[in-house]
T-cell receptor
């Protein structure tokens, strides 16, 4: 079983829809969770960071972490064509600088 | 946010040659930088952790003699792919730890390496 599971998609939704992206993980040592957006042939861009279970909201983006279920989500409200990209979940352990463990990424397409 | 640059953005080389990729943190100091490799439709895979002034820590399965990492200053880490082969062709991405309380990493734009 891989450490982080993420459906690669593609996920295609109409403009204005609410998008739900998810990852599951198996390593209970992960303590912080991130969502990155990556456009084609570009490096990942940090979107959201969460450290504990619960919700975190930033503009149209909401990140949810459920450590008991080892499940994290990213919601995008009022989706726009410019949101079309690959979204990667990433996780790290506690204490000091750690390399991150990434999901495969979900390719999201917002249809105008 | 913090800015990380990589150079070159794209490189094509012949098999057997060595290629150096630079990763720079432009507006902050990074005691720790990371090197990742990304295959098409695959996740980013951590290759090594680079600490300023000390030897890099390599992930299992990554050949340290093939992927030489040098972190000579707080703003620069280099990855040298030695004796490159076609199977080394990939997208290499670095990230830098800004040293904040949240362990946030900021990524460079990546380097596309093609070995002929």
């Amino acid at each position: 079983q891989k450490e982080v599971e993420q459906d690669p998609g593609p996920l295609s939704v109409p403009e204005g829809a609410i998008v739900s992206l998810n990852c599951t993980y198996s390593n209970s040592a992960f303590q912080y969770f991130m969502w990155y957006r990556q456009y084609s042939r570009k490096g990942p861009e940090l979107l959201m960071y969460t450290y504990s279970s619960g919700n975190k909201e930033d503009g149209r983006f909401t990140a949810q972490v459920d450590k008991s279920s080892k499940y994290i989500s990213l919601f995008i409200r009022d989706s726009q064509p410019s949101d079309s990209a690959t979204y990667l979940c990433a996780m790290g352990g506690g204490g000091g600088a750690d390399g991150l463990t990434f999901g495969k990424g979900t390719h999201l397409i917002i249809q105008p | 946010g913090a800015v990380v640059s990589q150079h070159p953005s794209r490189v094509i080389c012949k098999s057997g040659t060595s290629v150096k990729i630079e990763c720079r943190s432009l507006d902050f100091q990074a005691t720790t930088m990371f090197w990742y490799r990304q295959f098409p439709k695959k996740s980013l895979m951590l290759m090594a952790t680079s600490n300023e002034g000390s030897k890099a820590t390599y992930e299992q399965g990554v050949e340290k003699d093939k992927f030489l990492i040098n972190h000579a200053s707080l703003t620069l880490s280099t990855l040298t792919v030695t004796s490159a082969h076609p199977e080394d062709s990939s997208f290499y991405i670095c990230s830098a730890d800004a040293g904040g309380p949240n362990n946030e990493q900021f990524f460079g734009p990546g380097t596309r390496l093609t070995v002929l």
